[in-house]
């Protein structure tokens, strides 16, 4: 170990996973760097309306317990999500909603003073926790105003306006590792390298690959991607989550969060096909509530994935629609104004300035949109106390659990390579990290994997860096030269766009990124969304290379030396096309349908050859720049079982959906 040195921890993102992860760093006694595209105040975490997720004693009077949350999510998940971190994740989820609570977060109470809970997607029983319906923007706030303890104390240096470019690295093969970044500041377009003894991304999703979704317009996956490019593993890269309520829009898609259906919202449309009267006007009995008639047990309260598809067939097959258009109604006007005003403010007033009805007195028209990644860079874990002996397979929900609210039972606590992707030092937290929701996530589970990776997996963060390899080699002996190489390959990535604004050097065609992004988003919302077929995948491959053709020709459409937006979008279209190329590929050799993952071709879930993750390799030696390689992963804790929801047949109107709903989504 080497005495008396300068150790620092790199975190990208400013979100919840970011800033919980820079607290919890701090708290070791670590100075932190933290970057962010944004302020993080304005982070893709402020966007989320829901709530959070946690067994508490009022859900324990109701028969809840942190076992039934955990086998919750794996089920909902479709079983590819790590059971040992889900169930880590379950247990501490009820101290992360007290820390959290005394860190001033003002969620609901009930009359009684006790914390009010909600119903979510995906469960029987009120276990959400939430701020009205800001409940993202009241997370953020507060572990923000934690960092500024630390940031007064010089624990933690935010560089907000900064963008990741690559991480840098030494070594090969085995003996690879991360110690530092190269980053950009947008303000100044000056490129630096930063030393770090590990670095943590923590930079969310990558929603902007498909054109329109509920993602803040900074959620291109191009840090992730460029992780990937350096080595990195994806892990199940074809999960991509579709949200069953949101408000289309000319620029991007507004959610219409959850907890609506949660406070009692129901999704219907007329009876009548072709119905021109408005949704108030209609009477109860020319209401078709298609979910709960098809899901008795749950409702509108399934999984998104499901919901979306009964959605898409509605509208697309079966031309049921709302005025024929590819909209259903969500209601809420059947519960008194002033508790949707108090329990669902925020999305009451989105509504109402982006439709211009006020949803307490019309039913809201909405439509499903691309919401979130379940896949992301592939991480590890080391597993914790249970014994595998232990018949958790044969256990059934409701039933008293072996493991229940047992810490360190599904990873060992302060594990170094806990959320540590497969180059050490390099970390992946919150929604880049695949490990915590398989292949659906369910509702109000977000939150709580992004503060639960930055508060548990940062300690084995520290560890890495105070008594792990780190520590025996830190980045400050690591040679300036390879600091140097990484800043002057990015300084030439840069040019090459530079130059292309003004027409010198080779990529110097008039092809516009902002065309290659529309025609991106487009191609992928068709092919890898709600439903999908082998033979559209293998088009929309084909459709990829191209656009990664014409990237090589890119004109930029500003070469301006200071604050350039164009230059940080038209790099990140590349990253992204890179990025959706691992989507497609993966969607393609996945020949099941599981989860969020529905294959028309291959439409029954397929245990024997896919109970596995994927895992996308990047190889520029292909033509898809991408192998998938598959990984077994561990169902000792729950076996699998047949994912139904309580669905029943009985329903007339019940059929299978087609490819159309996702071509009508792309058009």
């Known amino acids: 170990m080497v005495a008396n040195r300068e150790r620092r921890v790199i975190v990208v993102g400013g979100g919840?996973?970011?800033?919980?992860?820079a607290v919890r760093v701090a708290e070791s006694g670590?100075?932190?760097?933290?970057?962010?595209?944004?302020?993080?105040?304005?982070?893709?975490?402020?966007?989320?309306?829901?709530?959070?997720?946690?067994?508490?004693?009022?859900?324990?009077?109701?028969?809840?317990?942190?076992?039934?949350?955990?086998?919750?999510?794996?089920?909902?998940?479709?079983?590819?999500?790590?059971?040992?971190?889900?169930?880590?994740?379950?247990?501490?989820?009820p101290k992360v909603i007290d820390l959290?609570?005394?860190?001033?977060?003002?969620?609901?109470?009930?009359?009684?003073?006790?914390?009010?809970?909600?119903?979510?997607?995906?469960?029987?029983?009120?276990?959400?926790?939430?701020?009205?319906?800001?409940?993202?923007?009241?997370?953020?706030?507060?572990?923000?105003?934690?960092?500024?303890?630390?940031?007064?104390?010089?624990?933690?240096?935010?560089?907000?306006?900064?963008?990741?470019?690559?991480?840098?690295?030494?070594?090969?093969?085995?003996?690879?590792?991360?110690?530092?970044?190269?980053a950009q500041d947008m303000r100044t377009m000056q490129i630096r390298a930063f030393r770090g003894d590990a670095v943590v991304m923590a930079t969310g999703g990558n929603g902007l690959i498909f054109g329109k979704s509920t993602n803040s317009v900074i959620c291109t996956g191009g840090a992730a991607a460029r992780c990937y490019q350096a080595g990195a593993w994806y892990g199940n890269p074809e999960m991509i989550q579709v949200h069953p309520t949101a408000i289309p829009g000319a620029d991007k898609c507004r959610l219409m969060s959850e907890s609506a259906r949660g406070e009692g919202g129901r999704v219907w449309v007329p009876r009548k096909k072709g119905d021109t009267r408005r949704g108030q006007d209609i009477p109860e009995g020319e209401r078709w509530y298609f979910l709960e008639e098809k899901y008795p047990k749950y409702g509108n309260l399934v999984p998104r994935d499901i919901a979306s598809r009964e959605i898409f067939d509605v509208c697309v097959n079966q031309g049921m629609g709302v005025f024929g258009e590819n909209q259903v109604y969500l209601d809420l006007t059947h519960k008194d104004p002033e508790y949707l005003t108090r329990k669902l403010g925020?999305?009451?007033e989105i509504y109402e300035k982006f439709a211009g009805e006020d949803p307490r007195y019309a039913p809201m028209r909405i439509f499903p949109a691309v919401h979130y990644t379940m896949g992301g860079l592939w991480t590890q874990f080391t597993p914790g106390t249970y014994d595998p002996s232990e018949p958790w397979g044969d256990h059934k929900p409701g039933m008293e659990a072996p493991t229940d609210a047992k810490p360190g039972r599904g990873m060992r606590i302060g594990a170094m390579n806990n959320a540590m992707t497969n180059i050490p030092g390099l970390y992946a937290f919150g929604e880049v990290n695949f490990a915590y929701h398989g292949a659906t996530r369910l509702g109000a589970n977000a939150l709580l994997s992004c503060i639960f990776d930055g508060l548990f997996c940062g300690l084995g963060v520290a560890n890495f860096?105070?008594?792990?390899?780190?520590?025996?080699?830190?980045?400050?002996?690591?040679?300036?030269?390879?600091?140097?190489?990484?800043?002057?390959?990015?300084?030439?990535?840069?040019?090459?766009?530079?130059?292309?604004?003004?027409?010198?050097?080779?990529?110097?065609?008039d092809v516009n990124p902002y065309m290659i992004g529309r025609e991106l988003g487009i191609e992928m919302t068709a092919a890898s969304t709600v439903v999908k077929t082998g033979e559209r995948l293998q088009r929309c491959l084909a459709k990829l290379r191209e656009l990664g053709e014409r990237y090589s020709r890119v004109k930029l459409s500003d070469g301006a030396g200071w604050t350039n937006q164009s230059l940080s979008y038209t790099r990140a279209i590349g990253d992204m096309i890179v990025l959706a190329q691992a989507i497609a590929k993966g969607g393609l050799l996945r020949e099941e349908s599981r989860g969020s993952h529905y294959r028309l071709d291959f439409p029954e879930r397929d245990d024997t050859r896919f109970l596995k993750t994927s895992v996308a390799v990047y190889d520029p030696s292909d033509a898809d720049r991408c192998r998938i390689d598959w990984r077994d992963i561990d169902t000792r804790l729950v076996k699998p079982r047949a994912r139904t929801y309580g669905k029943t047949e009985s329903s007339p109107d019940a059929k299978t959906p087609t490819e159309k709903p996702a071509e009508a989504a792309a058009s």
Not at 16 to 21: C, F, K, S, T, V
Not at 40 to 49: E, N, T
Not at 473 to 479: D, I, Q, R, W
Not at 491 to 497: E, F, H, I, P
């Open 16 to 21: 919840l996973a970011g800033l919980a992860a």
């Open 30 to 93: 670590i100075p932190v760097d933290l970057f962010s595209m944004v302020p993080v105040k304005r982070s893709h975490s402020v966007c989320a309306q829901g709530g959070i997720n946690a067994c508490n004693e009022v859900a324990r009077q109701q028969g809840y317990s942190e076992y039934q949350h955990f086998d919750e999510t794996i089920y909902g998940g479709d079983y590819l999500a790590d059971q040992g971190p889900v169930l880590e994740m379950a247990n501490w989820a």
């Open 100 to 182: 959290l609570d005394r860190m001033g977060v003002p969620f609901n109470r009930t009359s009684e003073g006790m914390r009010d809970l909600r119903l979510f997607g995906g469960s029987l029983f009120k276990r959400t926790h939430f701020a009205g319906a800001t409940t993202g923007q009241q997370l953020l706030y507060a572990l923000d105003e934690q960092t500024r303890r630390y940031t007064s104390e010089g624990k933690i240096n935010k560089y907000e306006f900064w963008e990741f470019l690559w991480p840098v690295t030494t070594g090969e093969g085995e003996d690879k590792r991360c110690v530092g970044i190269v």
């Open 346 to 348: 925020g999305i009451m």
């Open 465 to 509: 860096v105070n008594e792990g390899p780190a520590a025996e080699a830190p980045a400050e002996l690591v040679e300036q030269k390879v600091y140097d190489a990484a800043v002057e390959s990015e300084q030439a990535k840069v040019r090459k766009l530079v130059d292309s604004a003004a027409g010198v050097g080779e990529q110097s065609d």
